[in-house]
């Protein structure tokens, strides 16, 4: 029979993984608890923490969807980071060729 774990045990857990960035594997052996559950709690996680609800455990299809979305926007926020620090560096490349004075 499945072992119920409370909520707060769930999001200590979670808190463990992604505040604190402990590795999955570790935080499964030090609380004794499954590697599939530990992945479910944080995917859980992270939708919540981006407005989305997640799809109830017999669902498949909605999960392989949420697991999509979550997955495009961390290409997404990775892209945005890239195109960031790229305008960044071209701003002080900009600084410094304009405040150079001419001969």
């Given at each position: 029979?499945?072992?119920?774990?409370?909520?707060?045990?769930?999001?200590?857990?979670?808190?463990?993984?992604?505040?604190?960035?402990?590795?999955?594997?570790?935080?499964?052996?030090?609380?004794?608890?499954?590697?599939?559950?530990?992945?479910?709690?944080?995917?859980?996680?992270?939708?919540?923490?981006?407005?989305?609800?997640p799809?109830?455990?017999?669902?498949?299809?909605?999960?392989?969807?949420?697991a999509?979305?979550?997955?495009?926007?961390?290409e997404?926020?990775?892209?945005?980071?890239?195109?960031?620090?790229?305008?960044?560096?071209?701003?002080?490349?900009?600084?410094?060729?304009?405040s150079?004075?001419?001969?």
């Amino acid at each position: 029979m499945p072992v119920k774990y409370s909520s707060e045990f769930k999001r200590d857990a979670v808190a463990l993984v992604l505040a604190q960035g402990m590795s999955q594997k570790q935080v499964c052996i030090d609380l004794g608890i499954s590697k599939s559950a530990s992945q479910v709690w944080v995917r859980d996680a992270q939708l919540r923490g981006r407005g989305i609800e997640p799809a109830p455990a017999g669902d498949g299809d909605a999960q392989r969807e949420q697991a999509k979305m979550l997955k495009r926007i961390r290409e997404l926020e990775m892209e945005n980071e890239v195109l960031r620090r790229a305008a960044a560096y071209l701003s002080q490349a900009n600084l410094r060729i304009g405040s150079a004075s001419p001969k």
